[in-house]
């Protein structure tokens, strides 16, 4: 299991980034054999009963992972990912200008907390999840916990 060795206070991003960076790296090693994975679901109150198999859970934990570790791809190329083909330009154009309007009457400190305890937020779950895989991977392969 990997340790964080960088110190931060607590409630800082870089702490909640490294938390789950270190989940995922430990993760990945526990998990073995990621197919096992498939088709098993959190059942459990609170979990994600009827959601995606930790399968894809997995590979989804990894994903975001190698984002938050490598950062994101630039905002072009981004863009033609999400876009997903040329049909759906002129509507992200009108999307666009709309969202611009509104980020323009919003103020940047106002848009820097919103997104920041999003992202904060966001991270501390998808770090639970991690937690979760590994946990419920552990129980699938008989594996002390």
């Not at 340790?3 to 490294?18: A, E, G, Q, S």
């Not at 930790?54 to 975001?64: G, V």
């Not at 984002?67 to 509507?91: F, I, T, Y």
């Amino acid at each position: 299991m990997q340790v964080l060795t960088k110190r931060y206070p607590k409630n800082c991003l870089l702490t909640v980034i490294d938390r789950y960076s270190a989940a995922v790296h430990n993760m990945e090693q526990v998990v073995m054999l990621p197919s096992l994975l498939q088709d098993a679901q959190l059942s459990a109150p609170g979990r994600w009963a009827g959601g995606p198999d930790l399968y894809n859970c997995f590979t989804m934990l990894k994903a975001i992972c190698v984002d938050v570790d490598h950062g994101l791809l630039p905002r072009e190329e981004w863009q033609v990912k999400m876009a997903g083909g040329e049909g759906n330009e002129a509507e992200n154009d009108d999307t666009q200008a709309t969202d611009g309007e509104v980020l323009r009457q919003l103020d940047l400190e106002a848009q820097f907390h919103l997104h920041f305890s999003s992202l904060h937020h966001i991270l501390t779950h998808l770090t639970l999840k991690a937690q979760e895989v590994t946990k419920i991977y552990q129980e699938i392969t008989g594996q002390a916990i």
